[in-house]
């Protein structure tokens, strides 16, 4: 079983900054994807972008240039949002695939004002 823990959303104006936070507990393979998903009100949860345990990483065309994904470790990943727009207003969540299997966190809020 594994666990997701996000941390960092907020409210930003459009333009700033937002650094999100994720961190797993429990059975952590050392081999595994992590990303972010976000979901807006209305609308179908979406990829914002994926980093491999190795390092490679995918981007959703609209956050290209704006977002960057990272890891310290296995067990964590950080996405930094810079250039918000009121857009990329929504509840972001941490995912996991770790062993054939998804896994997602509990969501945190981003909201950018106009």
């Known amino acids: 079983q594994v666990q997701l823990v996000e941390s960092g959303g907020g409210l930003v104006q459009a333009g700033g900054s937002l650094r999100l936070s994720c961190a797993a507990s429990?059975?952590?393979?050392?081999?595994?994807?992590m990303g972010w998903y976000r979901q807006a009100p209305g609308k179908q949860r979406e990829l914002v972008a994926t980093?491999?345990?190795?390092?490679?990483t995918n981007y959703a065309d609209f956050v290209k240039g704006r977002f960057t994904i990272s890891r310290d470790n296995v067990r964590t990943v950080s996405l930094q949002m810079n250039s918000l727009k009121p857009e990329d207003t929504g509840v972001y969540y941490c995912?996991?695939?770790?062993?054939?299997?998804?896994?997602w966190g509990q969501g945190t809020q981003v909201t950018v004002s106009s």
């Open positions: 980093i491999t345990s190795g390092g490679r």
């Open positions: 995912n996991t695939l770790n062993m054939a299997v998804m896994y």
């Open positions: 429990g059975s952590i393979s050392s081999i595994n994807v």
